[in-house]
């Protein structure tokens, strides 16, 4: 079955630099066009999505929140994402998630993702 694992969260002081790391399990990389998305989810908010990869090219695609300050890509392996932020800000506190699902659409939106991680927490400070 599919599983992810984000991991690589923490404190951190606002402009500062954290990369985030999501292993996936169980897709048909070699069969399917499989994207991998970033989301958060901040106190009392809805999931907002941040950045999408389509594993079989790497197309990628962000959200304007973060454009020039995250960015997403693989690296020696495709089932492992990372997300690097850069210039952090207090609002990007939030619960990060990875979600996968098989379409070539990079969609924001939630409910196009069927598997998701269990999240990891970015607490930046002011």
């Known amino acids: 079955e599919v599983q992810l694992v984000e991991s690589g969260g923490g404190l951190v002081q606002a402009g500062g630099s954290l990369r985030l790391s999501c292993v996936a399990s169980?897709?048909?990389?070699?069969?399917?066009?499989?994207?991998i998305c970033w989301f958060r989810q901040a106190p009392g908010k809805e999931h907002e999505g941040l950045a999408c990869?389509?594993?079989?090219?790497?197309?990628?695609r962000l959200t304007d929140v973060v454009k020039g300050r995250f960015t997403i890509f693989t690296e020696n392996a495709r089932n492992t994402v990372y997300l690097h932020m850069n210039s952090l800000k207090p609002e990007d506190t939030a619960v990060y998630y990875c979600?996968?699902?098989?379409?070539?659409?990079?969609?924001?939106?939630?409910?196009?993702?069927?598997?998701w991680g269990q999240g990891t927490q970015v607490t930046v400070s002011s």
């Open positions: 169980g897709l048909t990389f070699d069969l399917d066009d499989v994207a």
């Open positions: 979600a996968a699902d098989l379409t070539d659409f990079l969609s924001f939106s939630s409910h196009d993702y069927k598997h």
């Open positions: 990869i389509r594993t079989e090219d790497g197309r990628t």
